[in-house]
T-cell receptor
């Protein structure tokens, strides 16, 4: 059974650019949640996707968007990058939304210059 | 709005000491509470999960307690080792539809040989 994987591991972008981060969920999991972790802080919930639909969103602007594909993998897209978007982006997959245990991937480190 | 606080922010102890990490949360309407370990620049590893109906969970040298009425949890680490050096995060699971995790800022632990 493969765990949650994320790509790329590291990424450097400049302000104003757009970025796409990818997440492959654990086998059998239909739900993916995305979190942003700034340096020295705990992760903050961005949004969750369940069966290809957004199922809840945290306090992030619309330039943060996502997709979930039929195989339940997911993308996080961030437009018009700002310096404060520099962070570790974590995805977590689970057997379903709500009360299911979430399993985290290793993260993508994004640096915006 | 649920807020999670961890004290202390950083802790340095000699090898072999028993230690306690603290976590407090403002809203007792949680589904569960989870303790994670995070090594520098890495993803999250789940250590212990306590359901809201439980009082404690144990795994090896780790013991986590939950007092939902007072909004507190503690993580007890017995006979600390240098390999325990990491950041420890507690997170409460929201009782809503997404089951989003709300994290504290973490306690960074250094165990000196």
């Amino acid at each position: 059974e493969t765990g949650v994987t994320q790509s790329p591991t590291h990424l450097i972008k400049t302000r104003g650019q757009q970025v796409t981060l990818r997440c492959s969920s654990q086998s059998g999991h239909n739900t993916v949640s995305w979190y942003q972790q700034a340096l020295g802080q705990g992760p903050q919930f961005i949004f969750q996707y369940y069966r290809e639909e957004e199922n809840g969103r945290g306090n992030f602007p619309p330039r943060f968007s996502g997709l979930q594909f039929p195989n339940y993998s997911s993308e996080l897209n961030v437009n018009a990058l700002e310096l404060d978007d520099s962070a570790l982006y974590l995805c977590a997959s689970s057997l379903g939304p709500g009360k299911e245990t979430q399993y985290f991937g290793p993260g993508t480190r994004l640096l915006v210059l | 709005k649920q807020e999670v606080t961890q004290i202390p922010a950083a802790l340095s102890v000699p090898e072999g000491e028993n230690l306690v990490l603290n976590c407090s949360f403002t809203d007792s309407a949680i589904y569960n509470l989870q303790w994670f370990r995070q090594d520098p620049g890495k993803g999250l590893t789940s250590l212990l999960l306590i359901q809201s109906s439980q009082r404690e969970q144990t795994s090896g040298r780790l013991n986590a307690s939950l007092d939902k009425s007072s909004g507190r949890s503690t993580l007890y680490i017995a006979a600390s080792q240098p390999g325990d050096s990491a950041t420890y995060l507690c997170a409460v699971m929201d009782s809503g539809n997404t089951g989003k995790l709300i994290f504290g800022q973490g306690t960074t632990l250094q165990v000196k040989p």
